[in-house]
T-cell receptor, first 120, second 113 residues
Framework: GAVVSQHPSWVICKSGTSVKIECRSL??????MFWYRQFPKQSLMLMAT?????????EQGVEKDKFLINHASLTLSTLTVTSAHPEDSSFYIC????????????????FGNGTRLTVT | AQSVTQPDIHITVSEGASLELRCNYS??????LFWYVQSPGQGLQLLLK??????LVQGIKGFEAEFKRSQSSFNLRKPSVHWSDAAEYFC???????????FGTGTRLTIIP
């Protein structure tokens, strides 16, 4: 089945540094990737939608300059948390939608295993 | 605006007992509905989905869900739970041409021997 690999699975960084999280589709071309943030015991909050080769669309309240998203190829999207602060500590999950004739929510969505970010 | 409500934050059932997790949605058009399962520290795995047709859908791991338009509900059921079913369950809603999913707050399932 389709696999999405997310790396690293966990990272600890110091306040003020930047952290990059990678999301790769291993056996399919991902035209659209989504980045979510999940606080403990809470649901997934969509941060942004990225389409290959274009700028990401950020959800309301998400700082685009703080959470930089790059989707340079059909198999890789990256999320960079810039100048991280302790309040950025969270579980970040990516998902990818494959290249299908029928775009939209009815095409399969595959999730990565998430990245636990801890900012000290 | 679309939204999903999962009224039960935490449910505990005995192994072998039946299970029903509740999900109510709000969506302005024909909804596409999903149930996902998340194990601790992991991503999400799709259990089942409803787009159209038969309102009772079968999923993986013995789960099923029934779409009831009149009640705006999409409850997840399993006739006999196994200890390995302990996890967090999320209901989600989307729609045709809308690539974004809105997730509920999740229901944590605990299985006792």
């Amino acid at each position: 089945g389709a696999v999405v690999s997310q790396h690293p699975s966990w990272v600890i960084c110091k306040s003020g540094t930047s952290v990059k999280i990678e999301c790769r589709s291993l056996d399919f071309q991902a035209t659209t990737m989504f980045w979510y943030r999940q606080f403990p015991k809470q649901s997934l909050m969509l941060m942004a939608t990225s389409n290959e080769g274009s700028k990401a669309t950020y959800e309301q309240g998400v700082e685009k300059d703080k959470f930089l998203i790059n989707h340079a190829s059909l198999t890789l999207s990256t999320l960079t948390v810039t100048s991280a602060h302790p309040e950025d500590s969270s579980f970040y999950i990516c998902s990818a939608r494959g290249l299908h004739l029928d775009r939209g929510v009815n095409s399969p969505l595959h999730f990565g295993n998430g990245t636990r970010l801890t900012v000290t | 605006a679309q939204s999903v409500t999962q009224p039960d934050i935490h449910i505990t059932v005995s192994e072998g007992a039946s299970l029903e997790l509740r999900c109510n949605y709000s969506y302005g058009a024909t909804p596409y509905l999903f149930w996902y399962v998340q194990s601790p520290g992991q991503g999400l795995q799709l259990l089942l989905k409803y787009f159209s047709g038969d309102t009772l859908v079968q999923g993986i791991k013995g789960f099923e869900a029934e779409f009831k338009r009149s009640q705006s509900s999409f409850n997840l059921r399993k006739p006999s739970v196994h200890w390995s079913d302990a996890a967090e369950y999320f209901c989600a809603v989307g729609g045709f041409g809308n690539e974004k999913l809105t997730f509920g707050t999740g229901t944590r399932l605990t299985i006792i021997p």
